[in-house]
């Protein structure tokens, strides 16, 4: 099925929508490094590397659809290659800056996911970081995404991204939420009305639990682990 997914779930294929994601939710993260080296993993169509090299990085991308790699070809991406995720990590060691993956993780088996982190952590260099966009179990709205694709096997939530960084090796947790990105008056109005809606929904969340403070109740959140400086 993956071999068809640019046919059948194009994801974050469109520019306008990668360069929206990639502006707020991944590019503030990254190094402010010239020339620093990016892998996005699972880079489907190449719409984020090519953002990634136009902003200066040294970005390649990898992915296992040999339908999505032949799209990028086409659009002119050449850094863009087919191939298993853990094999091209394993080939780098301390050599990644940052490793970036949007729409992945929640298409892997738990086990595949522990995997990955470890190979990403084998590949960053000390202070590296990888930088990720999932679907998020603590949203009221969670299923409308892990279950509008046929093709996702696990779903998370900030603790439990904690709990794999954690197991993995890395130094630091950060996880935020991906709220509605403003680009004319009918986003504008809905994240004003997400802002007030989300907060109805903090609200009923700390009444049953006593937590008040670091919620994340979006559909998608980004997270950023980091690779000990050590």
């Known amino acids: ?91 780098e060691s301390e050599t990644l800056h940052a490793v970036v993956a949007t729409d992945l993780l929640e298409h892997l088996t738990k086990d595949e996911v522990l995997h990955l982190f470890d190979a990403i952590h084998h590949a960053l260099k000390p202070g590296g970081c990888f930088v990720a966009r999932t679907p998020n179990a603590n949203s009221p709205f969670s299923g409308n995404i892990q279950y509008g694709d046929f093709t996702h096997e696990t779903v998370f939530t900030p603790r439990s991204i904690a709990q794999i960084a954690s197991a993995t090796g890395y130094s630091q947790v950060d996880v935020r939420p991906c709220t509605p990105v403003v680009h004319g008056v009918q986003s504008r109005v809905r994240a004003l009305a997400w802002k007030a809606f989300s907060g109805a929904i903090k609200l009923a969340i700390a009444a049953e639990t006593g937590q008040r403070h670091g919620l994340v109740v979006t559909q998608n959140m980004t997270f950023v682990v980091r690779r000990s400086s050590d």
């Open 1 to 91: 099925m993956y071999e068809s997914y640019a046919t059948t779930h194009a994801g974050l294929s469109s520019v306008t929508t990668a360069s929206l994601v990639y502006r707020r939710d991944i590019r503030p993260h990254l190094p402010s490094i010239p020339g620093a080296r990016i892998l996005d993993v699972g880079c489907g169509q190449g719409a984020l590397v090519k953002l990634l090299v136009a902003d200066g990085y040294d970005a390649s991308g990898v992915d296992v659809s040999a339908e999505q790699v032949a799209l990028a070809h086409q659009a002119g991406i050449r850094t863009v290659v087919l191939g298993d995720f853990t094999d091209v990590l394993s080939a």
